[in-house]
């Protein structure tokens, strides 16, 4: 079965500092890979996907992700943090098929001003 | 946008009675799922269903029940609620015509059962 590791629980970044987030995976093939944002109170919001192609994604609010195969890894960036930015990050992984993904335990990011 | 609908928003219940969490959805995607979210454990399904009469366990049933009124309605019962029910529940939704990868989730029921 797919797995989907996040080992930063918790980020504290200052407003405007670059930012990466870290998403690895155990599976076999290429799987789809998602981020997805939980603002206070809020839903899951798409962030950005990789299903194939090339391996930098963009996404919204400025964010993009890069798919690295030999790594199993698919780790978020945005080079400069916003206050509006702290949230939870989920990782995900659906392995082509399936189309279930599983989550990562997610990572809470905290801005500083 | 509230193209996925969840009630209530809030609930406190007490141990053994049985509630009925709902989602609806104005989306017309055939897939729907129910996900619980506890802390620093992410989102763990709990059923998913790919068409009206299609209804599959996820990774932690035990304790829940589901019906999928019509495609646009799928709600979460707990039989006998228990203290370590309390969680964020979540609903999606994804659309098999569009490759059904991508989910669209509701703002959650957050259940406190005492």
């Known amino acids: 079965a797919q797995s989907v590791t996040q080992p930063d629980i918790h980020i504290t970044v200052s407003e405007g500092a670059s930012l990466e987030l870290r998403c690895n995976y155990s599976?076999?093939?290429?799987?789809?890979l998602f981020w997805y944002v939980q603002s206070p109170g809020q839903g899951l919001q798409l962030l950005l996907k990789?299903?194939?192609?090339?391996?930098l994604v963009q996404g919204i609010k400025g964010f993009e992700a890069e798919f690295k195969r030999s790594q199993s890894s698919f780790n978020l960036r945005k080079p400069s943090v916003h206050w509006s930015d702290a949230a939870e990050y989920f990782c995900?992984?659906?392995?082509?098929?399936?189309?279930?993904?599983?989550f990562g335990r997610g990572t809470s990011l905290i801005v500083h001003p | 946008d509230a193209d996925v609908t969840q009630t209530p928003r809030n609930r406190i219940t007490k141990t053994g009675k049985r509630i009925m969490l709902e989602c609806s959805q104005t989306?017309?995607?055939?897939?729907m799922y129910w996900y619980r979210q506890d802390p620093g454990l992410g989102l763990r399904l709990i059923y998913y269903?790919?068409?009206?009469?299609?209804?599959n366990k996820g990774e932690i049933s035990d304790g829940y029940s589901v019906s999928r009124q019509a495609q646009a309605k799928f709600s979460l019962s707990l039989e006998s609620a228990i203290p370590n029910q309390t969680a964020l529940y979540f609903c999606?939704?994804?659309?098999?015509?569009?490759?059904?990868?991508?989910?669209?989730f509701g703002p959650g029921t957050r259940l406190t059962v005492t």
């Open positions: 999606a939704t994804s659309d098999s015509g569009t490759g059904a990868i991508q989910q669209y």
């Open positions: 599976y076999g093939a290429t799987p789809y």
């Open positions: 990789y299903f194939s192609g090339d391996t």
């Open positions: 995900a992984v659906a392995p082509g098929g399936s189309y279930i993904p599983t």
């Open positions: 989306k017309g995607h055939d897939r």
């Open positions: 269903s790919f068409d009206v009469k299609d209804i």
